[in-house]
């Protein structure tokens, strides 16, 4: 004999379990399909039959930026070099993680990596990825200017102003629907972005203030964050770091014009020999 009683139950919850989001999937579809789209447009039916994932980059979660963040990576490190030597990498990691604790946005897994190029730059990318080059390090006096540039690099992953300018690139390229992009057009865009650096002139003053902030509060004087960009403006060759950062002797007197606000004692990281001494022992 049937137990009816239990068997309403279960059909309550199959279809609350699979009926009603099957139903949604169906109606997504349908839309998508109805919706006249541009010619490069993603194809919702297909992707979601092969399992290909889709990113909202309006509306991008921290774990989800995170994992591109990490598939980024993966390709960069098949474009520039990765040192691999580990008391640099670790010495890098400790200043970073100094600066981390000091960050608005502590829930990022941060990861720091040394790339060996001679080239006076830094750059980052989503999900708490920082990269220095080695001529970088080399370039900076002391800890305190080093930490400068990795607090402006943070700035913008707080800031999420790569996630901006993905967004803006997707839509000027005609890639960009109402569904999103898929994980290796997101990638491609993304590891594009962060080498050649296009980044706009607001941008860069909300990561120097963010990163002035971060480099305040971690401990280190804040003026190595002025020192550092004074001492490669006057450079014959203007460094990579200021050639791709538009408006660097405006970006100056913004950031005097902070630090004279609020000012601080803190002389930490400014120890010019110390530093000279650990970098080339660590760049051998």
Known sequence: MINWNKFLASYRVWRRRWLYPLISVIVAISLCLSTPL???AIDLLPLLFQGVQIFQLSNLSTRQEVELGRQ?????RQ??????????TSYIEEVGRRLAANSD?????????VVEDDAVNAFATLGGFVYVNTGLIQAAENEAELASVIGHEMGHIEGKHLVK??????????????TGLNRS???????DLALNRPRSRQDEYDADTRGLKILTQAGYAPS???????????????????STHPGASDRVKSLQRQIDDLPSNSNYGLDNADYKANIRALLL
């Open 105 to 113: 946005r502590p829930n990022i897994p941060y990861t720091f990596q």
């Open 185 to 191: 057009q997101a990638v491609a865009i993304g590891v």
């Open 38 to 40: 541009p010619s490069k």
């Open 224 to 242: 190595a964050m002025v020192s550092f960009m004074k001492k490669l403006q006057g450079r014959s060759v203007i460094p990579t770091f200021l």
């Open 72 to 76: 980024m990576n993966n390709e960069l």
């Open 165 to 178: 300018q993905m967004r803006q690139r997707a839509i000027a390229s005609g890639i960009a629907t109402a």
């Open 79 to 88: 474009e520039v070099r990765i040192s691999r030597n580990r008391q640099l």
